[in-house]
């Protein structure tokens, strides 16, 4: 079992920055992948980025791709995702997924995040 927490979510104008946390707990050994997912109103989820935890590759929505940054700490077991150059289109809930090797998912509750002016 795995528990997560996320943070940094919020409301930020268009350009503007904000950085997502999760920190996991529990069987963290067991880990494989940490990503962000995010779902906007009306549209399907989808994978934004992911950080395999044991070699630190990444893999990014090509829409995102030069703005937002994913990275790890395995010390903290927290992943987090840098997201600069904000657009209205990013609008979304944000969820965090843990891939185990065992091919178990777990998902943070989610966290919103708005680009308005």
């Known amino acids: 079992q795995v528990q997560l927490v996320e943070s940094g979510g919020g409301l930020v104008q268009p350009g503007g920055s904000l950085r997502l946390s999760c920190a996991a707990s529990?069987?963290?050994?067991?880990?494989?992948?940490m990503g962000w997912y995010r779902q906007a109103p009306g549209k399907e989820r989808e994978l934004v980025a992911i950080i395999f935890r044991r070699t630190g590759n990444t893999k990014y929505l090509d829409s995102v791709k030069g703005r937002f940054a994913i990275s790890r700490d395995n010390a903290k077991n927290t992943a987090y995702l840098q997201m600069n150059s904000l657009k209205p289109e990013d609008t979304a809930v944000y969820y965090c997924n843990i891939h185990m090797w065992d091919a178990a998912d777990y998902w943070g509750k989610g966290t919103l995040v708005t680009v308005s002016s």
């Open positions: 529990g069987s963290v050994n067991s880990i494989n992948s």
